[in-house]
């Protein structure tokens, strides 16, 4: 099975050809030059793919995006608000290296203790939150000075020291 990461959202139409802005966190400015498609959750687990017309940089966060089919402001306002997402290698291809985004698809491990794959990065002011599955519930896990013990990029892990009785909450 596909290994999909969710990169961004669809914020905006712009104009009256159905442009849209896509704003994501992949780190770098970049009009994804070469990509050919992203994916729509319509579901749990169905990603639909759209097929890419045209890209223009807006700014370090920002891109103009057509989108095959979507040619006039009505039909583009159908995909507001829907979140985008990229196959592995297109992810790894055009995220920054050293942007949080990359450590989607990282094991968090706290201690001795391996508590997932990272599932989502979610980018605030003074620390990362990690979104993990544990037991099928959703967790959220801060990233920051004061419990981030290693980062191993060769062997795609995240060496935390987790406060006690944080995982209580979840899982307890």
Same mark, same amino acid.
């Given at each position: 099975?596909? !290994?999909?990461?969710?990169?961004?959202? %669809?914020?905006?139409?712009?104009?009256?050809?159905? $442009?849209?802005?896509?704003?994501?966190?992949?780190?770098? *400015?970049?009009?994804?030059?070469?990509?050919?498609?992203?994916?729509? =959750?319509?579901?749990?687990?169905? @990603? %639909?793919?759209? @097929?890419?017309?045209?890209?223009?940089?807006?700014?370090? $966060?920002?891109? +103009?995006?057509?989108? !095959?089919? @979507?040619?006039?402001?009505?039909?583009?306002?159908?995909?507001?608000?829907? $979140?985008?997402? #990229?196959?592995?290698?297109?992810?790894?291809? +055009?995220?920054?290296?050293?942007?949080?985004?990359?450590?989607?698809? +990282?094991? #968090?491990?706290?201690?001795?203790?391996? %508590?997932?794959?990272?599932?989502?990065?979610? !980018?605030?002011?003074?620390?990362? #939150?990690?979104? /993990?599955?544990?037991?099928?519930? =959703?967790? /959220?896990?801060?990233?920051? $000075?004061?419990?981030? =013990?290693?980062?191993?990029?060769?062997?795609? *892990?995240? +060496?935390?020291? &987790?406060?006690?009785? &944080?995982?209580?909450?979840?899982?307890?």
């Amino acid at each position: 099975m596909s !290994e999909y990461f969710k990169i961004g959202k %669809l914020v905006a139409t712009f104009g009256f050809k159905g $442009e849209l802005i896509l704003k994501h966190n992949l780190g770098k *400015k970049t009009s994804l030059k070469g990509l050919e498609h992203f994916f729509v =959750e319509e579901g749990t687990n169905n @990603f %639909l793919p759209y @097929f890419i017309q045209s890209t223009k940089i807006k700014n370090d $966060e920002e891109l +103009y995006i057509i989108i !095959e089919g @979507f040619d006039t402001k009505e039909t583009a306002k159908k995909l507001v608000a829907k $979140e985008v997402w #990229l196959l592995e290698e297109d992810f790894t291809k +055009y995220s920054s290296k050293s942007a949080p985004i990359s450590f989607l698809g +990282y094991n #968090l491990i706290d201690g001795k203790n391996d %508590l997932g794959k990272i599932l989502e990065v979610i !980018e605030q002011p003074h620390q990362i #939150l990690c979104t /993990l599955s544990i037991n099928d519930k =959703e967790v /959220l896990i801060p990233l920051h $000075e004061d419990s981030l =013990e290693k980062i191993d990029k060769k062997n795609r *892990k995240i +060496y935390v020291a &987790l406060p006690d009785g &944080l995982l209580d909450i979840y899982i307890g």
